[in-house]
């Protein structure tokens, strides 16, 4: 059976990535913010794949982007079988001394705060879908830290706490997982990592590379297989947690 599938920030990298591996006879809803050209081109790969792909512009930094995203799918499907949390960013990277309640705000408000509105919203959708569940991508740096992203390390890390206590929130219904990537080669680098600390990664990682977005893509696919599965995050780092 086909299924309806809200994926945010599907334009680029992780969530452009996710859309191709779960094209195939499914309807997926593509939100993109401003890379409206590239989010053009996804919806024609999905279509390639034999899916269905509907596009949906919103900006998610606040409640009202949340808001018109939910009013916009609403008016698109009656159901959603999958929401995957994806949409995020580090903004820039910063010391102590940088703390501002602004730049607190941004990075909570774009990681945390929208994933968790969206849940919130689209709740009544996924309670009609088919084995319904809610993948949202966090990162490493929720066990890592991070020197220089710390708020965002933060901001994700609530995303894993929200994970957990939604996974018993709506069980049995709704399953509630989350993906931990590690350094994946995607646009979120381009402002805010140099070459030299993309090569300082690939060296400290046992498998001395760093990840693709199919690497992360996959685990999205075989958690929304798998409905054994609720409340866990699945890490994918080339080895770094390994004890
Ligand atoms: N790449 C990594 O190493 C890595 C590691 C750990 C976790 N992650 C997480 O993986 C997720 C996907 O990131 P990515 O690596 O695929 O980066 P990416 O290619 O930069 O994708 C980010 C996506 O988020 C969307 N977005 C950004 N700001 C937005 C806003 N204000 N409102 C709505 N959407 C917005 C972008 O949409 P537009 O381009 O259309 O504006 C884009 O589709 C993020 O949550 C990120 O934190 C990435």
């Not at 309806?4 to 913010?33: D, F, K, Q, R, V």
């Not at 993309?198 to 046992?206: D, M, R, V, Y």
Request: with cysteine; glycine share 10%.
């Amino acid at each position: 059976m086909s299924k309806s599938i809200l994926i945010t920030g599907a334009s680029t990298g992780i969530g452009a990535e996710t859309a191709s591996h779960l094209a195939s006879g499914n309807h997926l809803l593509l939100h993109y913010n401003s890379s409206a050209q590239a989010a053009r081109n996804v919806a024609a790969d999905v279509e390639k794949r034999g899916g269905q792909a509907t596009l949906l512009q919103a900006d998610l930094s606040g409640e009202a982007g949340c808001r018109q995203l939910h009013a916009e799918l609403a008016r698109r499907t009656d159901r959603l079988d999958v929401l995957v949390n994806n949409a995020g960013g580090m903004i820039k990277r910063h010391g102590i001394r940088d703390y501002q309640w602004g730049l607190m705000e941004d990075i909570f408000a774009l990681n945390t705060f929208s994933a968790m509105m969206m849940t919130a919203l689209c709740v009544p959708l996924l309670e009609k879908g088919q084995d319904p569940g809610i993948i949202t991508i966090t990162s490493l740096a929720i066990r890592h830290g991070g020197p220089t992203a710390t708020i965002y390390a933060a901001a994700k890390g609530a995303l894993d706490a929200f994970t957990r206590g939604m996974a018993r929130e709506l069980a049995p219904k709704i399953r509630v997982n989350a993906v931990a990537p590690g350094v994946v080669a995607t646009p979120f680098h381009d402002k805010v990592t140099s070459p030299a600390q993309i090569k300082a990664w690939t060296e400290t990682t046992p498998l001395r590379k760093i990840g693709a977005p199919m690497h992360i893509a996959s685990a999205v696919k075989f958690i929304m297989e798998n409905d054994f599965m609720t409340g866990e995050t699945i890490d994918i780092n080339g080895g770094l947690f390994m004890r």
